[in-house]
């Protein structure tokens, strides 16, 4: 079984579309992120959310939503997509948030 | 605030030689320090972590890490590469803000 999955893997969608990305982990976690890795292989957290509360959001454009309908879940939302919205993007969990995190596979997103 | 400097963008070794990948990181008090793996095309992997205790940890596929207080780094080596290492290493710091702050990542070519 899959600890954290994410869907699509790929995502190709032309600019001002409006897009989602979902992640589940079954670890049972109380804390999941969206972590952007851009075109040079940067990691950087976009969000955090601990049992279904935002705790960080790291100025990213607000055309980026996350929503956690349940813990074990955090979708993103991204209205008006942007050719600097290329990136890959992983959804990860960890049982506290200064713990190791457990990352799914990635949305390679390219915006054309 | 946290950040994690890997000094080494790319490090090429011989099949069978020894491993060292440089990470130094900036943290007012005793980090809990991560080093993850990236294979082409996947997401991240947790090799291994250190929290407190024993400053050398141990890790899987034959990984170690070393962290050194006096040097704010922790090293990760492994004594003899096998060419299915070849991959992208990151360092991670944790422990405040709630999540993890990487490094730029160290890309391992293995030669045979």
């Known amino acids: 079984d899959t600890a954290v999955s994410q869907t699509p893997k790929y995502l190709v969608t032309q600019m001002g579309n409006d897009k989602s990305i979902k992640c589940e982990q079954n670890?049972?976690?109380?804390?999941m992120y969206w972590y952007k890795q851009d075109s040079k292989k940067f990691l950087k957290i976009m969000f955090s959310y601990n049992n279904k509360e935002l705790i960080i959001n790291e100025t990213v454009p607000n055309r980026f939503s996350p929503k956690s309908p349940d813990k074990a879940h955090l979708n993103l939302h991204i209205n008006s997509l942007e050719l600097g919205d290329s990136a890959v993007y992983f959804c990860?969990?960890?049982?506290?948030?200064?713990?190791?995190?457990?990352f799914g596979q990635g949305t390679r997103l390219t915006v054309v | 605030a946290q950040s994690v400097t890997q000094p080494d963008i790319h490090i090429t070794v011989s099949e069978g030689a020894s491993l060292e990948l440089r990470c130094n990181y900036s943290?007012?008090?005793?980090?809990?320090l991560f080093w993850y793996v990236q294979s082409p095309g996947q997401g991240l992997q947790l090799l291994l972590k250190y929290f407190s205790g024993d400053t050398l940890v141990q890790g899987i596929k034959g990984f170690e890490a070393e962290f050194k207080r006096s040097q704010s780094s922790f090293n990760l080596r492994k004594p003899s590469v096998h060419w299915s290492d070849a991959a992208e290493y990151f360092c991670?710091?944790?422990?405040?803000?709630?999540?993890?702050?990487f490094g730029a990542g160290t890309i391992l070519r293995v030669k045979s």
């Open positions: 990860a969990s960890s049982q506290d948030p200064s713990l190791e995190a457990f």
């Open positions: 991670a710091v944790g422990r405040d803000g709630n999540k993890l702050v």
């Open positions: 670890l049972g976690h109380d804390t």
């Open positions: 943290y007012g008090a005793t980090p809990y």
